[in-house]
C-alpha cells in the first residue's frame, strides 16, 4: 500500500473511530492469510508487482483487514491458481505456535472451476450440465479428503490459530438484467453447483477444532453477475483471468465483513 493511500486510510479510521477500536481489539494478533485468487484479490486490481502470478492485491481482503485491525504480525501467502496442495506445499512457512489468526480460501481450483466456466461459456446447456456434474461429483468424492488435508497442516503449524475459511458466492441473479451471455439453466446449473462446494467446504470446517466458516454467499446476494450491481465480473475478454473473480467492491464489501464477523 503506498504512503498516500496509508494516509487516506488513517484519516479514514481517525474519523470514523472504527479503526482505533479494532487495532486495540487485535493488537496482539499474528495475522497469515493463505488461498486461493479469492484471497489473493484477483479482479480487484492494484497487484503488487512482487507477487507475480499470485496477484496478491492491496484491494484484497487480508489487506484490508490487516489495515484497520493493525495485528502484531501479517503475512499473505494467498496465490492465484492454488489448490490444497500448493497450500500445504508453497503457503504455510509463515505459520507458526505464535500464529493466532489465519483465513483461507480453497477448494474452487481442486474442483475445476476455470474449467467449468470455459465449458459452460462455449458449450451448449448439456455439455455444461455434464462438465458441472463432473465437477460435482469431484467435490462430494474427493475434495473432503483433500480439504482434510490442507486443514490438518495448517493446524499442524499454527497449534493456536484460529482458522477463518471463507466459502465462494453465487454468481448469478436468475431471471436478472443480462439481456446476453449463458442461457439461464447454466447459470442455475453453476449456483447449484457453488451452493455443493459451500456445503461441503462448511461440513469439513466443522469437523476440525477452532477452524470456523465464514459463509460470503449471502453478503454477495443482490451483487450477482445480473443483478444490475455486480460485485463479481462477467466474462473478461481483456484481462480473462479476472472474469468470475470478485471486484473491489466484492472484496471491501463481501469477504471483509465475513471475515470482521467472526475475527
Keep these: 500500500m503506498g504512503a498516500a493511500a496509508s494516509l487516506v486510510m488513517g484519516a479514514t479510521l481517525a474519523l470514523t473511530g472504527t479503526g482505533s477500536a479494532n487495532a486495540a481489539a487485535t493488537a496482539g494478533t499474528a495475522y497469515v492469510a493463505l488461498g486461493d485468487s479469492y484471497s489473493s484479490g484477483v479482479g480487484s486490481g492494484s497487484y503488487d508487482s512482487a507477487s507475480g502470478d499470485c496477484k496478491r492485491s492491496s484491494k484484497a481482503y487480508p489487506v484490508l483487514w490487516a489495515n484497520s485491525h493493525a495485528p502484531s504480525s501479517f503475512s499473505f501467502t494467498a496465490c492465484s ?14 505459520l507458526n505456535s505464535s500464529t493466532t489468526l489465519v483465513s483461507i480460501s480453497i477448494g474452487g481450483n481442486d474442483a475445476g472451476f476455470a474449467d ?51 466459502g465462494y458466492p453465487r454468481f448469478y ?21 457453488s451452493d455443493l462446494l459451500n456445503s461441503v467446504i462448511s461440513q469439513r470446517v466443522a469437523a476440525h477444532s477452532g477452524f470456523t466458516f465464514a459463509n460470503v454467499a449471502s453478503r454477495f446476494s443482490g451483487h450477482e453477475i445480473c443483478s444490475g450491481d455486480a ?5 473478461n475478454w481483456l ?22 464477523a467472526v475475527s
Excluded at 81 to 94: E, R
Design 173 to 193: 441473479k436468475i431471471g436478472g438484467s443480462c439481456i446476453v451471455g449463458i442461457s439461464d439453466t447454466k447459470r442455475s446449473a453453476i449456483n447449484n453447483a
Design 116 to 166: 467449468v466456466m470455459t465449458t459452460c461459456i462455449l458449450s451448449s446447456d448439456s455439455g455444461c450440465i455434464d462438465r458441472v456434474n463432473q465437477a460435482r461429483s469431484y467435490v462430494s468424492s474427493t475434495l473432503p479428503g483433500r480439504l482434510d488435508a490442507a486443514y490438518n497442516a495448517i493446524r499442524a503449524k499454527a497449534p493456536n490459530a484460529r482458522v477463518v475459511v471463507l
Design 81 to 94: 491458481g492454488a489448490v490444497t496442495g500448493d497450500v500445504i506445499n508453497k503457503q504455510l512457512a509463515p
Design 239 to 260: 484481462n480473462i483471468g479476472e472474469s468470475y473473480h470478485p471486484t473491489a467492491s466484492g472484496q471491501s464489501g463481501g469477504y471483509l465483513p465475513a471475515l470482521n
Design 231 to 235: 460485485w463479481l465480473h462477467s466474462v
